[in-house]
């Protein structure tokens, strides 16, 4: 009999298949910003989601600032009725049963930020420029949400980066922080507080009480990218995989995405599109000094740290799906994992013929005007190919008789 564990189990996409375990009841509508076009529609499906659906509609809370909002007839007469969440104050975790984004690919982006944990499955309705990642069309919206909410749909999921910034100082403090408690121990000192360590206690993700948290903990759906900032400088950073060196990146600097962000940043760059259902990273750098120095993928598995080379003549600058940008300075490192809260991306069609339609609407991929196919009897008549070899072959007699 075979070995279970030499046999390898490949998932079906297909098999990824949305399921409501119990009928959803509050949505989140994530609306593209400063686009007075996008206001129409939003005013037609909130309205709709909260008098046909009776569902408990969520915006944010700035939203209703808009002007045009304001002087909208249709929407006062709902707007008592949403739910209203301040980015950066309120946790959404576990309050959202569904989303909705009307936009570009940022609302999607956007929609993966606000949930740093497990993610309520996502509608994205192409209201923006490009829509690589929006695949439903707006004109029979009451139809394609109403088939979603039955369960009549498929999913993609993407998966995500765990990013982690450990800083020097912080490990320094960390470490002081220790001995001091070991040298209390010893000494006997049952007196002495956390305080004395630097700080009044720290708290982890959970709230309980535990070690320093790192500087940045962070979900990026697309990428993060590692630069050398306003430098004059080429970025010098060096690269482990589960921690082996593996090289250093000498040039304007490196982007570590997922297979859905393979088609953003890294595609322009250089790198192969790869669907988003391929459990992998992708390492790609930018701009390197190096004839040889390709893109490469590594499996989802393994943990990536990046940090400044010691002898890099400046510091590097890293963001995280655009955003968050900060400095890594020599000592700090940035570790980059795959996470186990993916985002389920809700399909129009189906995980394949969604990817390839995106390639190619947006990114004209392989677009090119076929080739006219060659009729065999036409082509014989209009090249007069016998007569030719004839003339050739009389031309070459006569050449030898002279």
């Given amino acids: 009999m075979k070995n279970p564990a030499m046999v390898m189990q490949i998932q079906d996409p297909a098999s990824q298949r949305l399921t409501w375990y119990k009928p959803p009841l509050t949505v989140l509508v994530i609306k593209k910003v400063r686009d007075s076009t996008v206001m129409a529609p939003f005013v037609q499906l909130v309205e709709w989601l909260v008098q046909e659906k009776h569902m408990v509609v969520w915006v944010e809370s700035a939203v209703l600032d808009d002007l045009s909002l304001q002087e909208d007839k249709r929407f006062q007469n709902i707007k008592e009725k ?8 309120d946790d959404l975790t576990d309050r959202i049963d569904f989303i909705v984004c009307l936009g570009g690919d940022g609302t999607l982006l956007y929609a993966s930020l606000l949930f740093q944990q497990s993610v309520p499955p996502v509608m994205a309705f192409h209201l923006g420029s490009l829509g690589f990642l929006t695949p439903f069309q707006f004109d029979n919206f009451q139809e394609q949400v109403t088939n979603v909410l039955e369960g009549h749909a498929a999913l993609t999921l993407r998966s995500r980066l765990r990013c982690v910034i450990y800083r020097k100082s912080e490990r320094r403090k960390d470490s002081d922080c220790q001995q001091n408690q070991m040298n209390c121990s010893i000494s006997g000192d049952s007196g002495v507080s956390m305080d ?8 982890n993700a959970s709230g309980k009480s535990g070690s320093r948290a790192p500087s940045t903990n962070i979900l990026v759906l697309n990428e993060v990218v590692i630069d050398r900032g306003p430098s004059p400088y080429l970025s010098n950073i060096d690269l482990f995989l589960d921690g082996k060196y593996i090289t250093s990146v000498q040039g304007d600097g490196l982007i570590v995405s ?12 250089g790198a192969s599109m790869i669907h988003p259902s391929v459990p992998a990273i992708m390492v790609t750098p930018i701009c390197p000094h190096s004839l040889s120095f390709r893109p490469i993928v590594v499996p989802a598995g393994v943990e990536l740290k990046i940090s400044v080379s010691p002898d890099s003549r400046n510091t590097s600058w890293v963001s995280f799906d655009g955003r968050n940008r900060q400095e890594l300075f020599h000592g700090d490192s940035l570790r980059v994992t795959t996470s186990i809260y993916p985002v389920p991306s809700i399909c129009a069609q189906d995980q394949i013929s969604d990817w390839f339609d995106s390639l190619a609407e947006c990114l004209h991929w392989n677009v090119r005007k076929k080739q006219k196919c060659l009729d065999e009897l036409s082509d014989l008549t209009a090249s007069g190919s016998e007569d030719t070899l004839d003339e050739l072959e009389r031309g070459s007699d006569s050449l030898l008789d002279s």
């Fill in 82 to 89: 949403l739910v209203t969440f301040k980015d950066g104050r």
């Fill in 196 to 203: 004395s360590c630097g700080g009044s206690g720290t708290h």
């Fill in 258 to 269: 997922t297979p859905t962000g393979s088609t953003a940043y890294a595609v322009a760059a």
